[in-house]
Every structure is written in structure tokens, then in C-alpha cells.
């Protein structure tokens, strides 16, 4: 009996580790993991367990800023079962990371983006048995090759963050709840008396969306909408971002 008290305040409890394939994904992307399941000191009954792609993102509210993680994206991994004492389990599964996933490996002095997978043993009367794996999320090569053109216009990434809310293009708008920011700064070779260029991605089906929020001087904060074919060329790019930035 003392066991099973201890076990329901998580001491001696049943244990969860998710162990990814590979730890570097890109949005969009296709991924395997095993679930391995280490049962506790005593019998626990498990109602079910759960996967959940998760962020962390800024609001801002009328009292100031805070942070609140935002749930991505999440799969129901197995059904009620009951674990034995010292029992293990290992669990396959495949899952595709959400499109609209914030990029957490970015060349830019200040970034705030995290990415991480909650698995989660959901069981009774007792706290959830849980493990947090952080996850190196890549931009997808369009995404890569934009933030190349951005770098030949002029702009260097500066910052990039995730904020709370939707997006609302020029024919797109984004599901999750959240969006990142990547926040450029014009070099010597930019013009026009920008003073910042924001950039939020927004994939679609063989095309990427882009809001892009300007910056100027003179005429102060405005909003751009860019698509571009998946396989568009950095010089095609280049173009289109001069185009919008003129």
C-alpha cells in the first residue's frame, strides 16, 4: 500500500522516454520515434497515452507580456492498458511534423523559437508520467532558399520568436494558434530607408506563403503577401523580394 501512495505522487512510478530516429526535422516532414515504457514499483493502470507537438510563445496582454505553450499538434498513442511492475514496453510509431512548425536552427544573433515532443502516460489517481524531448526543427529548402535571397538583398536575421495568434494572408492563413517571427535588419546594401523587415512562413501544398511586415521610416509599419513556387530558385527569389521591397 505505502508503494502505491508513493507511486501516485511520482515516486516509484511508471516512466516514459520518447526516442526520435533523428532529432533534426523539417516542417512538413515525415518522422519515426519508439516509446519506451518503463513500469514502476507497483501495478498502475494507464487510461492511455499521448504525443503532443509544442512551442512556447509570446503574449501580449493589457497587463504586460508572458509566455504560454501552445500545443502544435498531438496524436493519441495507445489506448487503456494495464502495467506491470518493472514491466517494459516499446511502442513504433510515424508521424508528420505540422508545416506550420516554428524553425529553431536559424543563423540570427537572438532566438527565442523552442520546439520540443510531451509524451504523456495518462494514470489514475496518480501524476502523469511524462518526458519532454527537445526537437532541432531545419527550414525546408524553399525556406532555406529564401532566407538566402533575403541575405543577397541585404537583410540579416537578427531575432526570430513565436507569438500567439493566426495569420491572415493574401490567400492563406495560418491553423496552429501561433506564428514565428524572423526579424531581418537591412545592411549597407539595402535601400529604400527600411528599417526592419519582418517574416512569417506559412506553407502550402507545393507552395510557400510568406507575410512579411515593412518597416520604414517615413511611412511606417506595412503588410506584404508572398508565394512562391517550392522549387523557385534563390535568384527567382532575390527578384520577387526586391519586387516587394521597392
Request: hydrophobic share 40%.
Amino acid at each position: 500500500m505505502f508503494k502505491k501512495i508513493l507511486a501516485s505522487v511520482g515516486i516509484g512510478a511508471a516512466k516514459v522516454d520518447t526516442q526520435l530516429e533523428s532529432e533534426q526535422l523539417m516542417p512538413g516532414e515525415s518522422f519515426q520515434a519508439q516509446i519506451l515504457i518503463q513500469g514502476g514499483d507497483v501495478e498502475q493502470d494507464i487510461s492511455g497515452m499521448t504525443l503532443a507537438l509544442m512551442t512556447q510563445a509570446e503574449v501580449e496582454t493589457d497587463d504586460g507580456e508572458h509566455h504560454e505553450n501552445i500545443v502544435l499538434q498531438s496524436w493519441k498513442i495507445s489506448e487503456s492498458f494495464t502495467l506491470q511492475p518493472g514491466e517494459e514496453k516499446v511502442i513504433p510509431f510515424n508521424g508528420v511534423i505540422h508545416p506550420e512548425t516554428p524553425l529553431t536552427q536559424l543563423q540570427c544573433g537572438y532566438n527565442k523559437s523552442r520546439v520540443w515532443l510531451k509524451t504523456g502516460l495518462e494514470i489514475d489517481l496518480a501524476l502523469d508520467a511524462g518526458d519532454k524531448d527537445f526537437i532541432a526543427v531545419l527550414p525546408t529548402p524553399a525556406m532555406a532558399r529564401f532566407l538566402q535571397a533575403m541575405d543577397q538583398c541585404g537583410y540579416s536575421m537578427a531575432s526570430a520568436d513565436v507569438e500567439k495568434g493566426y495569420l491572415n494572408g493574401d490567400g492563406f492563413r495560418s491553423t496552429t494558434g501561433c506564428y514565428q517571427e524572423l526579424e531581418f535588419r537591412p545592411s549597407g546594401l539595402a535601400r529604400f530607408a527600411i528599417k526592419e523587415v519582418e517574416v512569417s512562413f506559412v506553407p502550402g501544398a507545393g507552395v510557400t506563403h510568406a507575410l512579411i511586415e515593412v518597416d520604414r521610416t517615413f511611412r511606417g509599419d506595412g503588410y506584404l503577401s508572398l508565394t512562391w513556387p517550392d522549387d523557385a530558385s534563390v535568384e527567382q527569389l532575390e527578384r520577387q523580394i526586391a519586387g516587394c521591397l521597392n
